[in-house]
């Protein structure tokens, strides 16, 4: 599932957590980068939010 970067099946304020963990180097999920434009960032964060409102 796309945001779903924990892969515990659910998206959530994990999965923002894991993205920017990601970003500070604390994290090597490729799954982070949920935008595909091959940096993990503040879009990725964005992204994960808009997944978990529906608007994605």
């Known amino acids: 599932m796309p945001g779903d970067v924990d892969g515990n099946g659910s998206v ?4 923002v957590n894991a993205v920017i963990n990601t970003m500070l180097g604390q ?3 490729t799954g982070a980068d949920l935008d595909g434009n091959g ?3 503040i879009e990725d964060v964005n992204a994960v939010i808009n997944i ?3 608007k994605n």
């Not at 959530?12 to 999965?15: S, V």
């Open 12 to 15: 959530g304020i994990e999965d």
């Open 27 to 29: 994290g090597t999920n």
């Open 39 to 41: 940096s993990v960032g």
């Open 52 to 54: 978990m409102l529906g």
